[in-house]
């Protein structure tokens, strides 16, 4: 959006608060959890002041999921006096939030209060810090992504209040591509679709999952930055559209060990000026010899950026054998037991999907491990070794990391992540796998209390 573009907008937005029609301007940040966190300012004020930048504390790019303040991070601490960041907004990511009445939001880069230097660890800056080295090759980054979800029949507050025991999903069996299944569920759906498309999120649809109350929203292909921003929202208006209705949902990737776990499917190609850089009609399977690069850093590369993938304990989980969550980095021509799946083949849209990632994943992380990774299969021409056929579930190369151990340790060992995003953005990571290992260390589960209270 150019300068004009984003004043045009403001305009627009101005009118819309003169006439009360907008009363209520949500100011968002992306954390490094992947949610949205910000402030509420009153559109008045937003129009007047608010639109130029406002503040917030800098421990929410330097927390956990409940937003504790652990040590060990170089960004902030209590030592230096948790100091503040700038919240910038983009104003080209202005839109209303129908399923709110009076209500707009928009998104916001973070930058250093100090200097004005974009944070580099906010997760919107390390995805554009990739989109940028990728259009100076002379590329652009087009994505999608696919939300999976599970859809409860208790309110959200009711199941917190009972200690998120006895949890009943919506439907009592698998409801894949099921219709009549659906249609008991599209007072949370049909609101969830048509809210988001009226904001500008281009939804293509829903859909019943392999589990009991799981669900499946599609969003179409945007570039990069788009989709980051498109996913991001449509999550927080999942719950939000969910607890409206009296309903709860998880995007925890293995809720219980028996049933089915949450994924988010990353499809993802370069084009060149409007044409698809992926495709030559003179190569084997329209696979151009760029799209072998790529694909042959993602595999190479894949344990370095597992952890932007699965960024918790409970990741590692969904990680089972004839489960649709794979479990090596190999790739396969549209079989989906495979870590990259090569979809369209032969055809323009030919592209590949990661089907490593959870549905907990931060979407601006995993994209930019992702493109890290093409970029350097591009700039080390890598050779591309042959599909893999049948069940890839067998065998033992090519194993995804198995924990989230195993993930921190490739992480910050990456040569490649530490070039393509910097020493600090990858200590920064790192030290959040340690958060999250170390707070599950000092917890007594009820697995251990059921299994050894008596018989130990």
Known sequence: MTNAQA???????????????????????????????????????????????THCCNYLLATDLEMETPDGYASTSWRAGYGDYIMKPDLATLRPVPWLEGTVMLLCDVLDHHTHEPVAHAPRAILKRQLERLEGMGFDAIMATELEFFL?????????????????????????????????????LRPLRNHLYAAGIPVEGTKGEAGSGQEELNIRYAKALDTADYHTIAKHA?????WQQGRAVTFLPKWHHDHSGSSTHIHQSLWRQGVPAFHDDGEARGMS????????????????????????????????????????????????????????????????????????????????????????????????????????YEGESGLIPQTLRDAREALYGSAMLREAMGDAVVDHYARAAEVEMEDFARVVTDYEVARGFERS
């Open 7 to 53: 004043l045009d907008a403001l305009e627009a937005l101005r009118v819309q608060v003169e006439s009360g029609d907008v009363d209520t301007v949500l100011v968002c940040i992306v954390d490094m959890q992947g949610r949205l966190m910000g402030k509420r300012l009153h559109a008045r004020h937003f129009v007047e002041h608010g639109w130029e930048e």
């Open 152 to 188: 409860f029949e208790k309110p959200l507050d009711e199941i917190r209040k009972e200690g998120f025991r006895d949890l009943q999903p919506i439907s009592g069996y698998n409801e894949d591509y099921h219709l009549f299944q659906t249609t008991k569920e599209e007072h949370v």
């Open 289 to 392: 010899a760029l799209m072998q690069h790529y694909l042959a850093g993602l595999l190479k590369y894949a344990p370095d950026f597992t952890y932007f993938l699965a960024p918790y304990i409970n990741s590692y989980k969904r990680f089972q054998k004839g489960s649709f969550a794979p479990t090596r980095t190999v790739w396969s021509v549209d079989n989906r037991t495979a870590g990259f799946r090569l979809c369209a083949e032969g055809t323009r849209a030919v592209r590949i999907e990661c089907r490593i990632g959870g549905s907990d994943l931060n979407p601006y992380l995993a994209m930019a491990g992702q493109l890290a990774a093409g970029i350097k299969g591009i700039e080390e021409r890598l050779a591309l070794p042959p599909p893999a056929e049948g069940d890839t």
């Open 238 to 242: 999942t719950k939000e559209i969910a």
